[in-house]
């Protein structure tokens, strides 16, 4: 490999006012990042401690304000359901979860929040695992 010679000063000036300027340098990584940003949008909305009808209104409340802000993906974390009072009730398993199950149940069932989805499925392990899961959303259409 042959050695080049000096850089001229011309060069260099140039150069240095060059990257002074980059204004007209694409930056591939910097546009690649604001696009998954845009497109990997996550919200959390935490249910531990609240009742059925109080967990059912947060999450529909939840989805359709997400959903209006155009997020993708949300995750619901429910718990799964072991220091729940439903220990008190001989007559309710205690392996089920009342929020863990109803839950997903709710937002399929529920008109107002169902076509907003595109899919609901269980969260990794490292999200939570049993004790959340995720939905995805549509797109919303102005």
């Not at 149940?105 to 969260?123: G, L, R, T, V």
Request: aromatic share 10%.
């Amino acid at each position: 490999m042959k050695k080049k010679g000096q850089i001229s000063l011309k060069d260099q000036k140039e150069w240095i006012a060059y990257t002074k300027e980059m204004s007209d340098v694409y930056d591939k990584d910097f546009s690649r990042e604001r696009k998954n940003a845009t497109i990997n949008k996550i919200r959390i909305i935490d249910l531990h401690g609240q009742s059925l009808e109080n967990a059912n209104k947060s999450v529909k409340s939840f989805i359709c304000d997400s959903f209006k802000k155009n997020y993708s993906k949300i995750k619901v974390v429910t718990g799964k359901g072991h220091r729940s009072t439903i220990k008190k009730n001989p007559y309710i398993s205690s392996e089920l979860g009342i929020l863990k199950n109803s839950v997903p149940e709710f937002i399929k069932n529920d008109k107002d929040i169902s076509d907003k989805i595109y899919k609901i499925y269980p969260a990794d392990q490292t999200d939570g695992g049993d004790g959340a899961f995720y939905i995805l959303l549509n797109k919303f259409k102005e």
